[in-house]
């Protein structure tokens, strides 16, 4: 199975702070990776895939960057709706496997 | 638009057998490309990937819980059919179906849950 770390696992930041998520894989997976928003009480919601293809409808300040092992997420400037739990996800092969998760709390 | 929705029992006791359904519109599993996955997340912990169904019949299954497991579709009902049996607590969960872009896409679409909880 390929596994997933995020890191880091929680992040505390301010409105208006650039943060970024790192994912790695434990082996390549070219860009099939996929980046997920949750909220409590939610379903995920896909807000990057293929490592760096923006979902329609997802603003702009979220962008993703990566390919081979190591991916990232961006969210140039945080908004009060961002705070959430962020998971990557990779398609590349069988199992499908999530990262652990990263949560994302108001500083 | 595409929307699933996923239905089935909240609480089922241990060794019983789970049957969830996730009904869907706006996508036929008949399409080329189309698929449907279950996906399932114990309270306060990740996503866990369970089976995936494509148009083409393919199925796929986590290994770690793959004999246990069994994914179906009736396209004439618009539905993707989880099975699991011999059911434990530690099952417990809030199970979702997703849409699936192809073979090499993401879950861009999610139902919005069906939480199970497995006690005697």
Known sequence: ???LTQSPSFLSASVGDRVTITCRTSQGISTYLAWYQQKPGNAPNLLIYAASTLQSGVPSRFSGTG????????????????FATYYCQQVDSYPITFGQGTRLEIK | QITLKESGPTLVKPTQTLTLTCTFSGFSLTSTGMGVGWIRQPPGKALEWLALI???????????????LSITKDTSKNQAVLTMTNLDPIDTATYYCAHKRGRGGPFDIWGQGTMVTVSS
Not at chain 1, 70 to 81: D, G, N, R
Request: overall charge negative.
């Open chain 2, 54 to 68: 494509y148009w083409d019949n393919d199925e796929s299954y986590s290994p770690s819980l793959k004999s246990r």
């Open chain 1, 67 to 82: 390919s081979g092992s190591e991916f990232t997420l961006t969210i140039s400037s945080l908004q009060p709706e961002d």
């Open chain 1, 1 to 3: 199975d390929i596994q």
